[in-house]
């Protein structure tokens, strides 16, 4: 078994719904994962760069202002121009089925929708790196 | 008397011994409060009719606020909308009243929220996306267009940059030539719940307090019939709180607001007639009928008792409600239609004077023109079909929701002792105390679902499995923000500048003085000032406030 996984939870833009963010936070922290907040109000800019100096597995992103389109791919650019394409960018939030696919056809990771069990969560970071703790 | 209720519990002792009462961890409110599988009148043998109950439109109005209730005047019909341009909008407004709604509600896009121009970097992807984009004057005025301001009332879910806003609306209405005095409607206003609950802040808590004073007596004095502040429970439940803490929460903060406008040198019964308040109607039906007949008692209690409002209009918790959208279902949304039903029907049982009702297809998508149909059609259906209208506060007199009601005040006011020992509502937020009780409660029933002890039907309970989603939703036109970007381009383009710059001028001079604010936002809103920038000169006065992250 390998490190603990490093999990840095972000919320781009100026969404303010941090319900989701921060109950996903505190099971992945709950399932032994090291989980960083990044809080509100989020540039993509400041999220590729936290990412770096945290020196994370996983981003994940939750966005319910509809401006996914714009805030996923454009942290998943900047990650990649910072020569951290290796980071997986997941998220979850109000997003139609065919953004998502969208969104996956980009490399985007997987994207949870409301009602999703935490647990499904988990289970996809562990089955991601599975040799992590 | 006494005696009665002594055989009263005899019986009813008697009569429990025979009955199969199940596991009694299993048999509670949605909140977490115990439910007892009967109640009797021994449940609320301390209670006094006329000092507790009262008659509608009578102290302490836990019965209602109006002694008609709505044989009188039927709740407004207000669906909030927003979505694109003012334009787009502006077309789903004429939709709503043709079709019977009797009150707007306008829902901003997040530039908006935070008072940044639909043009600033931090907007990009987010104009018009969750809300109507509004970054000037003009957006107000086409937003209106063909919309009388004289005969709407209009309510504004609007905070941080509320000041501007409604500086937009009362410009906006002087250019269909109504002027301020006869305006109706309400801004949000609640900038205490958004340090709490909702996010959308501009400033520190303590130059947004005056900004609000500024307001409440701008209005006393300008826009009589304006509710100047929305005291807002909704976001705090939506945030993941319980109803005791919603409406805990949610009542400090208007007591709060009293203090400050007392402390601000204004007469109670000035301002106190024109708070009104929003609150949240979950799935649990009786606890939030409960919910709403007791805020009507404790804000009564409070306003005549402790702060010695003369005036009776002071003392009526008037409110709008929204069903919870934290409570539907991106599975099977259909079934949305059904949940948001009870929970508007807890409502209007509970005495609202104002009601929203969410569309099922709000888990995925800002609603369609069907869905919002249908949600309209529902608090229709309540108000001509089912009869519940006929008579007033219909459960009042039920042991059960009585008892309730009493526990969630007894609930509301631990927690108030609580937020005194921390030294007030302003203190107890910047210590992240009723955050804190509102995350862990919103884990604590996440958990809950998870380990399938509360049920939610289609995620964890009647599952379709491979289910496909069949209903359409809204797309916003992506080229929303490049049309937006244009509009103010040319607004820029337009407007004498010089003038906007000495407006601008004298509203930082306001801002670092005493004058009320209202006045010189006005006026850069007159000159066409563009949200941001108004914010903006305001922001380079009072600050920015940014919240530590915790989870």
Sequence with gaps: MGKKLRVLVAKPGLDGHDRGAKVVARALRDAGFEVIYTGLHQTPEMIAEAALQEDVDVVGLSVLSGAHMTLFPETMRLLKEKGAADILVFGGGIIPREDMEELYKQGCGRLFGPGTPTADIVTYLKEKFPDRI | ?551
Excluded at chain 2, 302 to 318: G, P
């Design chain 2, 1 to 551: 008397m006494a005696d009665d209720l002594k055989k009263i519990a005899q019986e009813r002792q008697k009569w429990q011994q025979g009955v199969e009462c199940g596991d009694s961890s299993r048999f509670q409110t949605l909140s977490g409060v115990p439910v007892d599988i009967l109640y009797t009148p021994v449940d609320i043998a301390d209670s006094d009719h006329l000092r507790d109950l009262g008659l509608p439109g009578q102290y302490p109005f836990t019965r209602g606020v109006r002694n008609n209730m709505y044989r009188g005047r039927q709740w407004t019909m207000r669906e909030f909308s927003g979505f694109g341009t003012a334009k787009d909008t502006n077309g789903r407004y004429k939709f709503l009243l043709a079709h019977g709604e009797t009150g707007l509600s306008v829902a901003f896009d997040f530039p908006t929220l935070y008072g940044r121009d639909s043009d600033e970097t931090i907007s990009r992807g987010e104009v018009g996306k969750c809300g109507v984009a509004i970054s000037s004057l003009a957006d107000m005025e086409t937003l209106f267009d063909g919309i009388p301001m004289e005969d709407v009332s209009t309510s504004m879910t609007i905070n941080g940059p509320a000041s501007v806003v409604w500086a937009f609306y009362i410009a906006a209405a002087e250019k269909q030539g109504v002027p301020s005095e006869k305006l109706r409607g309400t801004i949000q206003n609640d900038i205490l719940k958004e340090y709490i609950a909702q996010k959308s802040w501009l400033f520190p808590p303590e130059p947004s307090m005056r900004v609000i004073t500024d307001i409440m007596a701008y209005a006393a004095k300008h826009v009589p019939k304006w509710n100047t502040i929305s005291i807002s429970g909704y976001h705090i439940r939506e945030a993941g709180s319980t109803a005791a803490q919603e409406l805990a929460f949610t009542l400090k903060d208007g007591l709060t607001y009293v203090e400050a406008g007392i402390k601000a040198g204004l007469d109670v019964d000035t301002f106190a007639p024109r708070l009104s308040y929003f609150f949240n109607s979950h799935l649990d039906f009786f606890e939030e009928v409960a919910k709403f007949r007791a805020a009507r008692r404790i804000w009564a209690r409070e306003m005549k008792e402790t702060f010695k409002a003369k005036k009776s209009e002071s003392w009526l918790l008037r409110f709008h409600t929204q069903t919870a959208g934290c409570s539907l279902t991106a599975q099977q949304p259909e079934n949305n239609i059904v949940r948001t039903a009870f929970q508007a029907l807890a409502a209007v049982l509970g005495g609202t004077q104002s009601l929203h009702t969410n569309s099922m297809d709000e888990t995925w998508a800002l609603p369609t023109e069907k869905a919002v149909l249908i949600a309209l059609r529902t608090q229709q259906l309540i108000a001509e079909e089912t009869g519940v209208v006929n008579t007033i506060d219909p459960l009042g007199g039920s042991y059960f929701v009585e008892a309730l009601t009493n526990e969630l005040e007894k609930q509301a006011y631990d927690y108030f002792r609580k937020i005194d020992a921390l030294g007030g509502m302003v203190k107890a937020i910047e210590h992240g105390f009723p955050q804190r009780e509102i995350a862990d409660a919103a884990y604590r029933y996440q958990k809950l679902v998870e380990q399938g002890k509360r049920t939610v039907v289609g995620v964890n309970k009647h599952v379709l499995e491979g289910e496909k989603l069949e209903i359409p939703l809204l797309r916003i036109d992506p080229t929303v923000e490049q049309e937006q970007h244009q509009r103010l381009a040319d607004l820029r383009k337009q407007r004498d500048d010089a003038k906007v710059k000495k407006c601008l001028a004298d509203l930082k001079a306001a801002c670092a003085g005493k004058e009320n604010v209202m006045y010189p936002i006005l006026e850069a809103v007159r000159a066409y000032a563009t949200l941001g920038e108004i914010c903006g000169t305001m922001k380079e006065v009072f600050g920015s406030y940014e919240e530590p992250p915790m989870f």
